[in-house]
């Protein structure tokens, strides 16, 4: 087993920690040499220098306040300045106590008031003047005869060497030492100190620390397939040497966030039993230009030191993005990415330095980062299948404390499209829930209750609606569900509620698919846009009126409606003709237009006309079935949460009451997310009706307390 730390070069630490520590005396000398200019100049933006001559005027004036002597400078205080910091002018000089000499301070003479400023603390802020002395034998005669103050200011007796360190040496110490704590900062941010500003600030973990294997990963077999070669070369690489096969450089893990492609990364040097170095390609971009490449030297170096092992840089896109700029230039990240390319390609395969990395974006990835020779493999960690789901479950499961009446295959097949990270959220929220409620293990209505949690949040219970916005968005949810169960091509009803919930939505329709699917119809996407148009069609033909609940609806059909046209050629109009691109196929970043304005616009049209088709449709169904509607809203506005289990009951004559509810309670139905038909009345952004009032949307002519009656009444 290799070492659990890094190998250092003794002589190049020294050399390094030397040249910090002469900066930081360098730096500190210099900030205590400003200091002291820049106090003595603030100290001169007061003086004025005058003539001798001048100087006796003034005395012979009776302008002079005091005079402090020195024997190179004296610096002379006016009346008029004098009284602007608060001593009295015309006060009477104190007279000379016997023992004292005349040359004495002359603030010290003059005792203060306790707690007051003394004389010269006050003349400190004066204006002053001053000028070179001259020898005068009349002068301390002719300053007694105009009332004059006059002295030297005292100075202690220290010796030239304690002078030094008291002035220049003890600020400098201080300002060392306040710049080695600032350094020290900056040198943490940076991945090291002063003279190892460049130092990778990779993290280096062994088998026992990473305490990750591919038991711990679930819903990847091809990817763990992909990787199982990788380390069965780190345990036997004679194997491949012998015939003369050469492993892969590198092996890029792409797919959408949360997909587990870190965890694969520490699960293959679980695996393997090495030493696993990790590192963001964010650390190796600082503000200092050639710190990431000096990094990635570092790096490799360090790596090659302890091979067998294995390096993995996540999120590489931060550092390889396409070097596509028009401009040209040489920054920071280039020069990065060219170093990276360089070491690449420098070091020997056969030493087992195993590179792999890990992405969102590969379509923004530099070309020559993917050509054969460095990042060989290209890996797709993609969204669990509901066996993927179901094993991804069973491995976040394995520790919590499940009751009987548990059934994970269920949950799998509700969960379609989510990635272990929502799969591990939700079962931690149950765990939750179930503490929450003082059970002593997780039972099946805490997973589902999680799952409608992390989708629409929680309940909103001091949510008040008013009867009409009630009939409202019962009405809203019911079209949705009547238009879906209507149709031939949709996934059917699971649930139906018009409880608020605090992620802004009033009330939702949710739909459980019965199997996977990686294939829609064209039929399939119809009757799903139909369905999405199920509650404003509901609106207007029984209530006749429109609200603002139906924007998300109207957004995600008018999606659904541009992909057909755009993306899948199911247009009558431009048939089989790509006509826009995909960007960021694994963040959802939508697509880029690829034609013509003209041709643009006639996407437009094909898109309204789809749309409109659909509504068309989704109005006659809701027509045709409005008895069965107001049978359905009418039990939902007593329950205000139901399964399409009840709904099929009611529509079949038969006892709600009866109807199989999937093993759960109503309130805690399991939606699925990716199948979503109706979307919340009230949307994020979008203003609130308060209780009592009608929504926006709805003519205000009709009052919440006498709403509209259906044809039947």
Not at 413 to 433: F, I, M, P, S, W
Not at 528 to 534: C, Q, V
Not at 616 to 632: G, H, L, S
Not at 662 to 684: I, N, Q
Request: hydrophobic share 40%.
């Amino acid at each position: 087993m290799k070492p659990d730390h890094q190998p250092g070069n003794g002589g190049g630490n020294n050399r390094r920690n030397l040249m910090g520590i002469v900066s930081i005396i360098l730096w500190a000398l210099v900030v205590t040499i400003l200091i002291n200019y820049f106090t003595s100049m603030a100290d001169s933006a007061r003086s004025t220098e005058i003539l001798y001559s001048e100087f006796l005027q003034l005395i012979e004036e009776d302008k002079v306040y005091s005079v402090s002597m020195t024997n190179t400078k004296f610096t002379i205080y006016l009346k008029e300045d004098a009284a602007a910091v608060g001593l009295d002018p015309e006060a009477p000089v104190p007279l000379t106590p016997a023992g004292v000499d005349d040359q004495q301070l002359f603030s010290s003479i003059m005792a203060g008031e306790p707690g007051a400023m003394s004389v010269d603390e006050r003349l400190a802020k004066a204006r002053n003047y001053y000028c070179a002395p001259l020898s005068n034998a009349d002068l301390i005669g002719l300053m007694r005869e105009h009332g004059v103050r006059f002295g030297t200011p005292y100075e202690p007796e220290l010796s030239p060497v304690v002078s030094f360190l008291v002035s220049y040496l003890l600020p400098m110490v201080l300002m060392v030492v306040l710049l080695s704590f600032l350094f020290r900062g900056m040198a943490g941010k940076m991945g090291g100190g002063l003279g190892g500003v460049g130092k990778a600030n990779a993290k280096v973990y062994v088998e026992k620390k990473t305490g990750v294997t591919f038991r711990d990963v679930a819903g990847q077999d091809e990817a763990k397939e992909s990787l199982e070669e990788i380390i069965d070369f780190l345990h036997n690489p004679q194997k491949y040497t012998e015939i003369g096969a050469k492993l892969p450089k590198g092996a890029l893990l792409v797919g959408p966030p949360g997909t587990g492609k870190t965890l694969l990364a520490k699960a293959v040097a679980g695996e393997a039993n090495v030493p696993f170095f990790s590192i963001s390609g964010s650390d190796f971009v600082e503000m200092f230009v050639g710190v990431g490449a000096s990094r990635v030297r570092d790096l490799f170096k360090e790596a090659s030191k302890m091979a067998p092992c294995i390096v993995f840089i996540d999120e590489i896109d931060t550092i390889g993005k396409s070097r596509d700029n028009r401009m040209g230039g040489n920054d920071e990240r280039e020069q990065t990415l060219n170093q990276l390319l360089a070491e690449m390609d420098g070091f020997d395969p056969t030493k087992g330095v195993i590179l792999l990395a890990a992405t969102n974006r590969p379509e923004v990835l530099d070309q020559a980062l993917l050509r054969p020779g460095r990042f060989d493999r290209r890996i797709t960690v993609d969204r669990p299948n509901l066996a993927g789901r179901l094993a991804t479950l069973q491995v976040h499961t394995r520790n919590i404390r499940l009751a009987e009446d548990v059934d994970l295959n269920k949950i799998a097949l509700a969960t379609a499209g989510a990635v272990g990270a929502d799969l591990a959220n939700l079962v931690n929220e149950a765990a939750l829930r179930a503490v929450r409620l003082g059970r002593k293990a997780v039972n099946q209505n805490d997973l589902l209750a999680a799952f409608e949690l992390v989708i629409a949040g929680a309940e909103k219970k001091n949510s008040v609606l008013s009867e009409f916005e009630k009939k409202l968005v019962a009405y809203h949810e019911v079209g949705h569900a009547m238009v879906s169960f209507k149709q031939k091509n949709t996934t059917p009803v699971q649930k139906i509620t018009i409880v608020p919930h605090t992620q802004g939505a009033l009330g939702y329709t949710l739909h459980l698919p019965e199997e996977d699917k990686n294939l829609q119809t064209k039929d399939e996407l119809l009757g799903e846009i139909a369905t999405l148009m199920g509650g404003r069609a509901a609106e207007q033909v029984v209530l006749d009126t429109m609200t603002n609940g139906a924007a998300q609806d109207i957004q995600q059909a008018t999606g659904l409606a541009r992909n057909m046209v755009a993306l899948y050629g199911m247009s009558d109009e431009f048939g089989m003709m790509a006509l826009a691109s995909r960007r960021n196929q694994f963040l959802e970043g939508g697509y880029g237009i690829d034609c013509a304005q003209d041709t643009a616009a006639g996407i437009d049209r094909a898109v309204m006309e789809l749309i409109r088709t659909s509504y068309d449709k989704a109005v006659q169904i809701v027509r045709d079935n409005r008895a069965d509607m107001d049978k359905v809203v009418e039990y939902l506005l007593q329950k205000e949460t139901i399964t399409g289990e009840e709904m099929m009951a009611i529509l079949e004559g038969r006892d709600p009451a009866t109807a199989d509810n999937f093993g759960a309670r109503p309130e805690t139905a399991l939606p699925e997310p990716a199948e979503k038909s109706a979307d919340p009345v009230h949307m994020p952004g979008e203003p609130v009706s308060e209780p009592g009032q009608t929504p926006p949307a709805v003519d205000l002519e009709k009052k919440p307390e006498e709403p509209p009656q259906s044809p039947e009444k």
